[in-house]
């Protein structure tokens, strides 16, 4: 009776083995392909995307020493909510010199105008005096002339004297209201240069009044909160950061490889990080950048000069929400996977 060696019987598991390992291989690698060709080809993915958002800097336009901040850090504001407030003593005092100065300029063109009057009835004057000196001398002049030596000669010349005064008396009057009305001409107390002027001059003051509250732009949750009671800050400097959570989108730096299989409006899903694949949002490719990530870097490569290495570039796409989140919402700077379907 013969029996089996330990050998030919260890050689046969091994084979045994050897073939279950090949045929798992083989059995995943059809399933796989199976996959890709049924659906795998018609996705392109990244986990290099990153949750995007509208980060509202709230800046003063005037100089001032802050009172009051009404908002701090995580809190909820809606848009046109005070979140600041700046000393109002010196505005105050610059509006109501303004409201002064505009009220004396009022005065002051409404004087013009009663001038302007007042020249106009004196031209009228002077040359109704005018009018009687001609007709004074015309009526000596005729009777002298019927009748010699009837009127002396020293009257008459008086007579003609006082024509001639009257006449420059009227060009002067008349120069007088031209000169008048180069500052009145064609204006109304409304409308005059000067007035208009001062009346800009209040607004101004009044916005630079007004501009001491500062009111949320928009609607979202206060993030860097840098300004303090007792500050004193000028026109641009950051004082805190609104972000509106429902305007956030997501950047997915897809490979060039990937691109020619991608177009604007195809369907996407995404998986954030911070919720894991329990959550799916979903969204639409709304749009691709102008360039790779590389071309808009603050040192961008200069691939022209030294030793070149090819590398493969990513260019930002823009991913818009079809279903925006709400109870579970997306922060900026959030890391999350993106499933684009290309079919």
Same mark, same amino acid.
């Given at each position: 009776?013969?029996?089996?060696?330990?050998?030919?019987?260890?050689?046969?598991?091994?084979?045994?083995?050897?073939?279950?390992?090949?045929?798992?291989?083989?059995?995943?690698?059809?399933?796989?392909?199976?996959?890709?060709?049924?659906?795998?080809?018609?996705?392109?993915?990244?986990?290099?995307?990153?949750?995007?958002?509208?980060?509202?800097?709230?800046?003063?336009?005037?100089?001032?020493?802050?009172?009051?901040?009404?908002? /701090?850090?995580?809190?909820?504001?809606?848009?046109?909510?005070?979140?600041?407030?700046?000393?109002?003593?010196?505005?105050?005092?610059?509006?109501?010199?303004?409201?002064?100065?505009?009220?004396?300029?009022?005065?002051?063109?409404?004087?013009?105008?009663?001038?302007?009057?007042?020249?106009?009835?004196?031209?009228?004057?002077?040359?109704?005096?005018?009018?009687?000196?001609?007709?004074?001398?015309?009526?000596?002049?005729?009777?002298?002339?019927?009748?010699?030596?009837?009127?002396?000669?020293?009257?008459?010349?008086?007579?003609?004297?006082?024509?001639?005064?009257?006449?420059?008396?009227?060009?002067?009057?008349?120069?007088?209201?031209?000169?008048?009305?180069?500052?009145? /001409?064609?204006?109304?107390?409304?409308?005059?240069?000067?007035?208009?002027?001062?009346?800009?001059?209040?607004?101004?003051?009044?916005?630079?009044?007004?501009?001491?509250?500062?009111?949320?732009?928009?609607?979202?949750?206060?993030?860097?909160?840098?300004?303090?009671?007792?500050?004193?800050?000028?026109?641009?400097?950051?004082?805190?950061?609104?972000?509106?959570?429902?305007?956030?989108?997501?950047?997915?730096?897809?490979?060039?490889?990937?691109?020619?299989?991608?177009?604007?409006?195809?369907?996407?899903?995404?998986?954030?990080?911070?919720?894991?694949?329990?959550?799916?949002?979903?969204?639409?490719?709304?749009?691709?950048?102008?360039?790779?990530?590389?071309?808009?870097?603050?040192?961008?490569?200069?691939?022209?000069?030294?030793?070149?290495?090819?590398?493969?570039?990513?260019?930002?796409?823009?991913?818009?929400?079809?279903?925006?989140?709400? /109870?579970?919402?997306?922060?900026?700077?959030?890391?999350?996977?993106?499933?684009?379907?290309?079919?």
């Amino acid at each position: 009776m013969s029996k089996t060696s330990p050998i030919a019987g260890a050689n046969g598991r091994r084979r045994l083995l050897l073939s279950a390992v090949i045929a798992a291989f083989a059995a995943a690698g059809i399933a796989y392909g199976g996959w890709w060709f049924a659906s795998g080809r018609y996705h392109e993915s990244t986990d290099d995307a990153y949750v995007g958002g509208n980060l509202v800097q709230v800046t003063p336009q005037v100089a001032g020493t802050v009172l009051a901040i009404h908002a /701090d850090d995580t809190d909820f504001v809606t848009s046109g909510q005070t979140l600041v407030e700046l000393d109002k003593a010196d505005s105050r005092v610059a509006l109501d010199q303004a409201e002064a100065q505009l009220a004396k300029t009022v005065r002051s063109v409404r004087n013009l105008l009663a001038t302007d009057s007042q020249l106009q009835a004196n031209v009228e004057q002077r040359r109704a005096e005018l009018a009687r000196a001609r007709e004074d001398f015309a009526r000596r002049s005729k009777l002298d002339a019927d009748v010699p030596g009837a009127v002396a000669a020293e009257e008459l010349q008086h007579a003609r004297d006082a024509v001639a005064a009257a006449t420059a008396a009227l060009d002067a009057a008349s120069r007088q209201l031209a000169a008048q009305r180069t500052l009145t /001409d064609h204006t109304t107390i409304d409308t005059h240069p000067d007035v208009r002027d001062a009346a800009a001059k209040v607004r101004e003051a009044y916005l630079a009044y007004a501009r001491t509250a500062l009111p949320a732009p928009v609607s979202g949750f206060v993030a860097r909160r840098a300004v303090q009671v007792g500050q004193r800050v000028g026109p641009g400097a950051p004082l805190m950061t609104v972000v509106p959570l429902d305007q956030v989108w997501v950047d997915a730096n897809f490979k060039e490889s990937q691109l020619p299989n991608l177009r604007a409006g195809q369907p996407v899903k995404l998986i954030a990080d911070a919720y894991g694949g329990a959550v799916e949002y979903h969204g639409k490719v709304a749009g691709f950048g102008a360039g790779t990530g590389s071309a808009f870097a603050l040192l961008p490569a200069q691939n022209a000069t030294g030793n070149w290495i090819k590398v493969v570039q990513r260019v930002p796409v823009r991913i818009a929400w079809v279903r925006p989140p709400r /109870d579970l919402a997306l922060l900026p700077g959030l890391s999350a996977d993106v499933t684009v379907y290309v079919k």
